[in-house]
């Protein structure tokens, strides 16, 4: 569930602008505040299946927007590839050394080296 609810929220980061208001709040009552199904229906004065069954439509709707539009997947490629190229950086920092000792000393000395 825990899964779930973080992948709920981060699409809903994405495309809350996309849901209506009544979407929105359940949204946010539920899975960003924690409260439960009966909660939520006491306080718009509807049923708790009436919450539940807008919750779930509301969560087909954003994988839906997420596979039509991919921004949270491109987020995630985006992310991952930035913590490459940080982790990577000793590596690309060996590089510029070997290229400035080429610079110095000719090209017969340099080569790469992992």
């Given amino acids: 569930m825990l899964e779930k609810t973080v992948r709920i929220n981060a699409l809903f980061d994405f495309y809350q602008l996309l849901l209506t208001d009544k979407q929105q709040k359940y949204v946010e009552l539920y899975f960003l505040d ?18 539940f069954d807008n919750i779930k439509r509301t969560e087909a709707m954003l ?3 997420e596979q039509k539009l991919g921004l949270y997947s491109k987020y995630i490629a985006r992310s991952e590839l930035y913590e490459k190229i940080k982790t990577d950086s000793s590596r690309v920092l060996h590089y510029v050394e ?17």
């Fill in 34 to 51: 924690d409260y439960s199904l009966g909660e939520i229906a006491e306080w718009f004065k509807v049923s708790r299946q009436a919450v």
């Fill in 98 to 114: 070997q290229l400035e000792s080429m610079e110095e000393g000719g090209i017969s000395e340099w080569h790469l080296k992992d």
């Fill in 63 to 65: 994988e839906e927007y």
